[in-house]
């Protein structure tokens, strides 16, 4: 007998499509630089109701040069979370600046909050960096007030934001991330928005060592000769990744869609039948629901409750061990206390959601959880119920 596979935290969907659309790059000859980069990056700026876009191989390259691009130096404090991946703060230190950790709102709302932020202003502070936790989107009234009134550069990580309407729009940049765990993939990738055309020119010149003219316009150009205006990167994505990305593009309103039902369903069932778990966020909050964080209660022990589901062939995982408490950091920053973003993290647990799932997986986490916490199991009844009334989308 066969185990049933794990059901994972989150599961890219790649198929024939994708399999067709590398095979094509391959036929064509031309790998790297061409017309699906700029397909993509068009493509994409579409989807966010920009201009023009740049591709990048990752949102932290990305991030790099956004930070770059506007001139963040030593000397300079940027405020960003803490409560977010490692890379949201590695690129303020790329560049000689100083991350400044700013404190969640609260459990309900981790977002950053607008009071710390306030409170932790100097005269050095020169940029904030937003991130859409979990696909929530950040409120960009109060931050560009913000903003506005110190004369801050207002960057959005919004790695977890990928067709999250509004998102990539808030401030001068913003950076999306295609990593293989993220609501479209390109396995390695990203992109960067800017309100600014010449800003984008910039981050655009530096992807690509800072060369005036790229291979592709070579090709078709009289001149093979170029010129570098400034020390650039090698931050390029390539045609095979563009054409993935061009086809998951094409999916992604559908599978955003897809999480937003299962997410919902989530909300419901541990209403129901978690009723110990809290789930953060107000449920009309514009999301693209990359992740689904729940908070446990102080009483449990996260890692009898990881082990119970793992047990039963669920995985979880914990976004995030908070920046400020990772090893290198604390050697870099002992002194930083974050007691909401602490507090949430360490009860946080995140649970499988991405659009390869169904509603029959939502109750078996759910029903896992609430096994693992000692709580009521759904009546089977009601179960039924529920599940005929949404029968295409569980077998889908
Ligand atoms: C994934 C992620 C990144 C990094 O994205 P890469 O494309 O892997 O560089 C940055 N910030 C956040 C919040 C992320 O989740």
Not at 160 to 188: C, R, V
Not at 270 to 280: L, Q, T
Not at 302 to 316: F, P
Not at 380 to 392: G, Y
């Amino acid at each position: 007998m066969k185990a049933e596979p794990m059901l994972l935290v989150s599961e890219p969907i790649l198929g024939s499509q994708e399999k067709a659309a590398l095979a094509d790059v391959i036929d064509s000859g031309w790998i790297t630089m061409g017309e699906r980069v700029s397909s993509f990056e068009h493509a994409f700026a579409e989807a966010h109701a920009a201009d023009d876009a740049v591709s990048v191989s990752s949102c932290t390259a990305g991030l790099h040069l956004i930070l770059h691009a506007l001139g963040i130096g030593p000397g300079d404090e940027v405020l960003v979370p803490a409560l977010t991946f490692v890379a949201t703060a590695n690129c303020v230190l790329y560049v000689g600046g100083t991350p400044i950790f700013v404190d969640i709102e609260s459990s309900a709302q981790p977002l950053m909050s607008l009071q710390d932020a306030a409170a932790k202003c100097t005269p050095r502070t020169k940029a904030v960096i937003l991130v859409h936790f979990a696909g929530y989107m950040v409120d960009p009234e109060p931050w560009q007030a913000f903003a506005r009134e110190r004369g801050l550069m207002l960057i959005e990580d919004a790695a977890h934001a990928s067709g999250l309407p509004g998102a990539g729009a808030i401030g001068d940049a913003a950076a999306f991330s295609f990593y293989g765990n993220k609501n479209m993939t390109t396995a390695e990738g990203g992109v960067v928005l800017a309100r600014d055309a010449s800003l984008l020119d910039t981050i655009r010149r530096a992807r690509g060592h800072g060369l005036t003219s790229g291979t592709f316009q070579r090709r078709s150009s009289r001149t093979p000769i170029y010129d570098v205006t400034m020390l650039g990167f090698n931050y390029r994505l390539d045609e095979l990744r563009a054409a993935i990305g061009l086809v998951q593009l094409g999916h992604l309103k559908e599978w955003n869609a897809k999480r937003k039902i299962l997410a919902e369903s989530y909300r419901r069932r541990i209403g129901e039948n978690c009723p110990s778990v809290a789930i953060p966020f107000e449920a009309r909050r514009p999301s693209v629901h990359h992740i689904m964080p729940v908070v446990l209660p102080a009483s449990s022990d996260r890692q009898d409750v990881i082990d119970h589901l793992r047990a039963k062939g669920i995985q979880t995982t914990i976004h995030y061990p908070a920046i400020h408490r990772l090893s290198f950091y604390r050697g870099l920053y002992p002194d930083v206390n974050l007691p909401r973003t602490e507090a949430f993290t360490d009860h946080e647990l995140t649970l499988p959601l991405h659009p390869r799932m169904g509603l029959d997986d939502v109750e078996r986490v759910t029903s896992a959880l609430a096994d693992a916490l000692g709580e009521r199991v759904p009546p089977a009844a009601f179960v039924m119920r529920d599940k005929s009334k949404h029968a295409n989308l569980a077998s889908g």
